[in-house]
């Protein structure tokens, strides 16, 4: 006897072939049979009236890293079909943690919901308490080369000494060896910001010998984006490892409708090449990030109350104004496309889903000025949405048989006060109505290879991602017809419609657009079945 049967579903097995009505059984949480089993029984069977059966989603690029652990329902990844989940990303994770910086590494990591102290100092005491205190889905590491650099160096924009260097190495490996997949760059952000390529090249080493791969979250998305992928390309080529570009996008006006065209064929070009580039890509027109990422690089460094210092300093203010000026000016940017998802304090709570522009005329100040003068008083803890991207060049990129999906999103509660990025709720499910579906820019074999069994390969996961017998049994149940990204901009912290079932480990998660209070998920490490 199975534990549990799914008739009669279109399956959608994640490899890119063909769809086919089928049978599937589960047993201790793996599939166990696929096809016609009329005469076998199960404790529980389900009729799927031909709705779509497919793998898990795999979200490639995710920030749960703190959110897991405050709200291990994962309602924001469940109940959009996602089964499994990597962190870590953009060169931000939970560890190492050097107690002696961790105060930096608050700050550093705070706009992510970092909430209380740190627990742990490395990648086992870290995994160890997710597993512990129980999570929906799985849920999986990567090493974040600023958190690493932090760690060793704080927020000095120099280059590393050579026993400074060494101990960046040891961290690594240890990392690594302990489950992490990879490492990941935050490139835009302090401290990654103030490393050089070579610097990065030498870590990446390290963690080819462990069978990573590498991760960038890219120093330059605009004017200098083709540079940026030059030189993720040549990590991977001096360094001997995989390398994925993350939430791949072309930003700034002037740029669009052409550059993305130049990024795509150079990847494509390094793949003839023989070098294993790829790319993963949120369904958005606007990213989500620290508002402190509108701010001079030269402003962090030391950290964040030296940045704060500067903030308040008349003289030093004025020059960051007129830098800022000028690179908005440059881009084509404007305050009026960037709004702000959350603030920690009660006294600002009100600019919660405001565009800057609007929060500087209620306050009769400069929308500068304004931006500067919320983030002193939030201590820098400020989120915010920004539109910086155009449609076509979002089709293009997805197009790319080289693009996987990642939402860039994290886990966040349905009752949330904030005003996050819709990306954290319904990625999948507007991939697969919006371009699929309606816009028809590829079959649902492939969006759904994007997201289930191509993420599953890049990570190195033999046992996902794919619906086989003898893999895990995450699956998704949706109907394909009815399935809606229905989290918008203005109400994201819903649930998706035309999703029927989601089940993590063979467990029952989510039943139409509900979560059953199940907690199958399991915490993946690298080199572990």
Known sequence: MYDLIIKNAKVVDGTGAPWYIADVAVLNG?????????????????????????????????????????????????LQGVTTELAGDCGLSPMPVNPDKVDLLQKYVGFLGSGGGFD?????????????????????????????????????????????????????????????FGLSTGLIYPPGCFAKNDEIIDLARVVAAYGGFYESHMRWEGDEVLQSVEDTIEVARQAGLPAQIVHHKISGRKNWKYKAHATTARIAKAREEGLDITADQYPYCASATTLTSTLPTWTFEGGTEKMLSRLQDPEIRQKIVAEMRATFSAD??????????SVPGEQNAWVKGLNIEAIA???????????????????????????????ED????????????????STIPLDTTDVPHPRNFGTFPRVIAKYCRDRKLF??????????????????LGDRGVIKVGMWADLVLFDFAMINDTPSFAKPAAACEGIRQV???????????????????????????
């Open 443 to 460: 079959s649902l074999e492939t969006a759904i290879h994007k997201m289930t069994a191509m993420p599953a390969a890049r990570m190195g």
């Open 332 to 341: 084509l940017k404007q305050w009026s496309d960037v709004f702000v998802a």
């Open 120 to 180: 742990w100092t490395d990648t086992t005491g870290f995994l160890d308490t997710v597993a512990n205190n129980g999570s929906s889905v799985n849920f999986a590491v990567m090493l974040g080369h600023g958190t690493v650099r932090l760690a060793v160096m704080g927020f000095d924009d120099r280059a590393p000494t050579a026993d400074e260097l060494q101990e960046m190495r040891r961290l690594t490996a240890l990392n690594m060896e302990q489950g992490c």
């Open 394 to 409: 979002v089709e293009l990129i997805m197009q790319q048989p080289f693009v996987m999906i990642g939402s860039d999103g």
């Open 503 to 529: 089940y993590v480990n063979g467990v029952l998660t989510a039943e139409n657009g509900r979560h059953t209070g199940a907690l199958a998920g399991q915490v993946l490490r690298r080199g572990e079945d």
């Open 30 to 78: 793996k599939i166990a049979a696929i096809g016609r089993l009329h005469d076998a029984s199960a404790t529980r069977a389900v009729d799927a009236q031909q709705n779509v059966l497919a793998p898990g989603f795999i979200d490639i690029h995710s920030h749960s890293d703190f959110g897991i652990l405050q709200h291990n329902l994962n309602e924001s990844r469940i």
């Open 361 to 391: 005329e209620r306050q009769g100040k400069d929308p500068f000025e304004a931006a500067i003068d919320l983030l002193i008083e939030e201590n820098g803890d400020v989120s915010q949405v920004s539109f910086g991207m155009c449609e």
